[in-house]
Nanobody
Framework: QLQFVESGGRLVQPGGSLTLSCAAS????????IGWFRQAPGKEHEAVSC????????YYTDSVKGRFTIARDNAKNTVYLQMNSLKPEDTAVYYC??????????????????????WGQGTLVIVPS
């Protein structure tokens, strides 16, 4: 069973930096794409970034390009999200997820929320305005 534990979220001032961690268990990263998603209050899950398990290709949504960096450590079975130049609109609960069965690595990762019926506990990031 695929399981994730997200951590690292906290309150950070605008312009600040933060690194989130996603510790995976029950599987190895090599065989999946791993995506970071976020959910702001009253909104749907939004795709943020994705990294392929096999070769480390990365993908970012336009709003975080140039500010966020996704990386993985296969030895630790952990995926990270380095967030710089944080903005109030980055405030959300951040979740990670593995590619659902119908998706190959990071293909269509922006659509994964429609295929996922369960999420981890997430980690809360607050950037005050």
């Amino acid at each position: 069973q695929l399981q994730f534990v997200e951590s690292g979220g906290r309150l950070v001032q605008p312009g600040g930096s933060l690194t989130l961690s996603c510790a995976a268990s029950g599987f190895t990263l090599d065989n999946y794409g791993i995506g970071w998603f976020r959910q702001a209050p009253g909104k749907e899950h939004e795709a943020v970034s994705c990294i392929t398990g096999s070769d480390g290709y990365t993908y970012y949504t336009d709003s975080v390009k140039g500010r966020f960096t996704i990386a993985r450590d296969n030895a630790k079975n952990t995926v990270y999200l380095q967030m710089n130049s944080l903005k109030p609109e980055d405030t959300a609960v951040y979740y990670c997820a593995a590619s659902p069965p119908a998706y190959y690595y990071c293909s269509g990762y922006v659509l994964w929320p429609e295929a996922l019926d369960a999420w981890g506990q997430g980690t809360l990031v607050i950037v005050p305005s």
